[in-house]
């Protein structure tokens, strides 16, 4: 079969052949039909990523570890659990029986293999309790999750929501899909904490951090009062690290200004998670919540990779 063979970490994948993986006992083969390439991809196959260890260890390895494939019954599925070094990312993986559930109807494929990433601002509601009419900050609005958060924030009735990026440029198209005030972090730490609190009006009920260092470590000094008060409460979730992967985090920034900070995991169980998807599909098939999607074909794994250009849109590889 053809794949996207990746012989080191760091390296990049080419399109070569690769020999079809053959089922063992209890797994079944699943034909690719769509992969959505997320920077967690590129993190592991670089070897920078806790699961990187894991799912790349031994090379020569397919990268990917998800993604949307039909059953030998021809059942489209969404699956994930592949076996190394079958990664998704080919004509052909293999998973455990019963490691896929079958995709929504209505929905082309390549949309649903970037759906998970509208259900992490889900975590608005599921980890932060999110009400409508609350103020919703979004960290890296500018990027596949942060556009779809800005969407996801104005579809649960968000009464404000602040966005961040990096691009004036791509700051606007981020207004245009429904942020009322943008924050271009690329600017002096002063200028950027003086930012944050201009934006803040009656303060940010809820921040959905896609991006962790720098930025979130100026927000979160520059909400510490002042003078003696009470802070307001801001429920923080942490769902991304696109900026660092640390922060260095004063005391008086948890003792004194009201922020409580979850990660996005926190409220999600099988009953949640069913409810956020259901939730993502149902906006999905009225059209109400788009994705911008760059669909290309696995021949073309190895520019697509490196590609620099994509302004929120998603790599979806289809077959
Ligand atoms: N937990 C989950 O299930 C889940 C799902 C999806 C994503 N994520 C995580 O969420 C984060 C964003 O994912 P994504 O798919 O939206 O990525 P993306 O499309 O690449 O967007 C990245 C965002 O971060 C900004 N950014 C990158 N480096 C930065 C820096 N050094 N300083 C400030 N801003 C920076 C980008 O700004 P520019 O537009 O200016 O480049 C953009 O807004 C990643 O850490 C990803 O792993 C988590």
Redesign the pocket.
């Known amino acids: 079969m053809k794949a996207a063979v990746l012989h080191e970490a760091g390296g990049i994948p080419r399109y070569e052949d690769f020999p079809d993986p053959v089922a063992g006992d209890g797994e079944v083969i699943i034909d690719v039909r769509a992969v959505s390439v ?3 991809d590129k993190a592991i196959a670089a070897g920078t990523h806790y699961a990187s260890e894991k799912y790349s260890g031994q090379f020569p390895a397919i990268p990917a570890f998800d993604g949307i494939g039909a059953l030998p019954d021809g059942t489209l599925v969404g699956f994930g659990n592949i076996r190394l070094p079958y990664g998704a990312l080919a004509e052909k993986t293999v998973v455990p029986q019963g490691s896929y559930m079958p995709i929504p109807d209505g929905i082309d494929p390549a949309v649903v293999a970037v759906m ?2 509208a259900v ?1 601002a889900m975590s608005m509601k599921t980890a932060a309790g999110f009400v409508p009419g609350e103020t919703v900050l979004v960290q ?7 556009r779809l958060a800005v969407k996801v924030a104005r579809l649960l009735g968000a009464g404000r929501i602040v966005a961040t ?3 004036d440029d ?1 700051l606007r198209e981020v207004q245009a899909i429904g942020a009322d005030t943008v924050i271009n ?1 690329a600017v002096s730490d002063e200028a950027l904490a003086q930012a944050y609190l201009d934006a803040r009006g009656d303060g940010y009920d809820v921040v959905l951090d ?2 962790w ?3 979130s470590e100026i927000l979160l000094r520059a909400l510490v009062p002042r003078s003696f008060a009470f802070g307001k409460p801001t429920r923080v979730v942490q ?5 660092e992967t640390v922060i260095t985090l004063a005391g008086s920034s948890l003792r004194t200004s009201g922020v409580e900070i979850y990660g ?1 995991a926190k409220g999600l169980n099988p009953r949640t998670m069913d409810e956020v998807y259901q939730q993502i599909v149902t906006w999905t098939r009225s059209g109400e919540l788009t994705f911008d999607v760059e669909k290309v074909p696995l021949s073309d794994i190895e520019a697509a990779w490196q590609r620099t250009d994509l302004r ?1 849109r998603r790599l979806v590889v289809v077959l």
């Open positions: 997320e920077n967690v998970a990433s992490t890296g609005a500018t990027g596949v999750a942060g990026g990096r691009d791509q972090t896609y991006l260092g720098r930025p769902i991304g690290e696109s900026a996005a929120g």
